[in-house]
């Protein structure tokens, strides 16, 4: 049988690893990753209010691929593969399509999410281009539920 003091300090181990990775996430745990986007259309340092891959934009089969790829590497690990959300992060299928939809992943890739000095998401913009987040947007809005 464990002794109490054993079990007290295997509990206050467990405690602190969970910190710890708590600091991890703080850091902000991103490796970048560069995403080729020079195939799409520019879009210089000023974000635009609305995505310009959409449906309509001749490459948005480009943007579109580039966009699926990106996002497994930089956001499937909290919002899960193919977008579908396994608890961690928001299901981001059922962000709101169109134009409301992305003022508010703009927002959100931007400033991340910060609460309490802790981040639970990372402002992406820091790691990835204007370009290769809208062309996640895209794909995105590909597998979108939203009403
Ligand atoms: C370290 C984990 C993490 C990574 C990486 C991450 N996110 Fe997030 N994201 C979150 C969490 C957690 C939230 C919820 C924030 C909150 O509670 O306010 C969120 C919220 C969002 C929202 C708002 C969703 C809603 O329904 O309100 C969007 C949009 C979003 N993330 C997009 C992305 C994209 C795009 C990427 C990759 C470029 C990404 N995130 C990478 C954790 C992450």
């Known amino acids: ?8 300090s295997i509990v206050t181990a467990g405690a602190l690893s969970m910190l710890m990775s708590v600091q991890v996430l703080a850091h902000g ?8 986007t020079t195939e799409l259309m520019q879009l210089g340092d000023e974000w635009l209010e609305e995505n310009p891959y959409r449906e309509d934009y001749e490459k948005h089969d480009v943007a579109v691929a580039i ?48 609460r ?14 204007q370009e290769a987040l809208w062309a996640i947007r895209a794909w995105l809005e590909t597998v979108s539920v939203a009403e």
Request: hydrophobic share 30%; aromatic share 8%; proline share 5%.
């Open 1 to 8: 049988m464990i002794k109490p003091t054993k079990t007290l």
């Open 67 to 114: 966009g699926s790829s990106a996002y497994t590497q930089n956001c499937a690990r909290c919002h899960g593969l193919e977008a579908i959300s396994g608890g961690i992060a928001p299901d981001l299928r059922y962000l709101e399509d169109g134009i409301d939809g992305d003022e508010w992943y703009s927002y959100r890739v931007q400033n991340g999410a910060v």
């Open 29 to 36: 745990d991103v490796t970048p990753q560069s995403i080729d």
């Open 116 to 129: 309490d000095g802790r981040v639970y998401m990372p402002k992406m913009s820091e790691h990835l281009s």
